[in-house]
């Protein structure tokens, strides 16, 4: 099977996989899940050229950004990220996509949706998972992502913390934030 042959049969299986998605799957924990498995597929794909990644890439965010649910929503924008920064194309010859700019496009706007999340402890508890994201583009060498970026959101979690209310889900949450924080200090992401 031929690279122009192995792409549209790439491309009808991507646009199969969005037409079931958007007309079988109706439960928001399941489009979720949905979302996340077409995200992962696409990632690893090697075979399409620009002109049909970038639509597909394009489609996968609109898909998430509409999830019912903004966690849902902060989730799945989250890992659209990756598609710009470790997807591939054949234009790139196997070489990861590295669209800094593009990254954090998806970053800001996982932010931006969690601070719309009327949950306290929801919305530290997705401030956390996308400060994880971030240190992992900065340790990956995506350059939009800074020092400033990485302690603003730091700050923006310890700020809203002691509010949350005490159980179980907030010692998760602190004990995620401190395992991350001592990543980024035994790393020295952070010149403090």
């Known amino acids: 099977?031929?690279?122009?042959?192995?792409?549209t049969v790439g491309?009808?299986?991507?646009s199969q996989a969005f037409a079931i998605y958007e007309e079988e799957v109706s439960d928001s924990k399941a489009q979720l899940i949905a979302i996340s498995l077409i995200v992962a597929t696409f990632e690893q794909t090697r075979n399409f050229s620009e002109e049909?990644?970038?639509?597909?890439?394009?489609?996968?965010?609109?898909?998430g950004s509409k999830l019912l649910k903004?966690?849902?929503?902060?989730?799945?924008?989250g890992l659209c990220s990756h598609l710009y920064w470790s997807g591939r194309n054949r234009e790139g010859e196997g070489e990861?996509?590295?669209?800094?700019?593009?990254?954090?496009?998806?970053?800001?706007?996982?932010?931006?949706?969690?601070?719309?999340?009327?949950?306290?402890?929801?919305?530290?508890?997705?401030?956390?998972?996308?400060?994880?994201?971030?240190?992992?583009?900065?340790c990956n060498g995506c350059e939009e992502v800074s020092e400033s970026v990485l302690s603003q959101l730091i700050?923006?979690?310890?700020?809203?913390?002691?509010?949350?209310?005490?159980g179980e889900i907030t010692?998760?949450?602190?004990?995620?934030?401190?395992?991350?924080?001592?990543?980024v200090t035994h790393r020295q992401?952070?010149?403090?």
Not at 70 to 77: E, N
């Open 1 to 7: 099977m031929g690279n122009y042959n192995a792409e």
């Open 11 to 14: 491309y009808e299986f991507m």
């Open 52 to 63: 049909n990644h970038e639509p597909l890439r394009s489609q996968c965010f609109r898909a």
């Open 70 to 77: 903004k966690p849902d929503q902060c989730r799945a924008v």
């Open 96 to 138: 990861p996509l590295r669209n800094s700019t593009k990254v954090l496009e998806c970053l800001k706007k996982a932010v931006r949706i969690s601070n719309q999340c009327m949950e306290p402890t929801v919305q530290v508890q997705l401030f956390v998972e996308l400060l994880n994201k971030y240190v992992y583009f900065l």
């Open 155 to 166: 700050g923006k979690i310890q700020e809203d913390m002691p509010g949350l209310e005490s």
């Open 171 to 183: 010692r998760q949450i602190v004990k995620h934030f401190e395992s991350t924080l001592g990543f």
């Open 189 to 192: 992401l952070l010149s403090t």
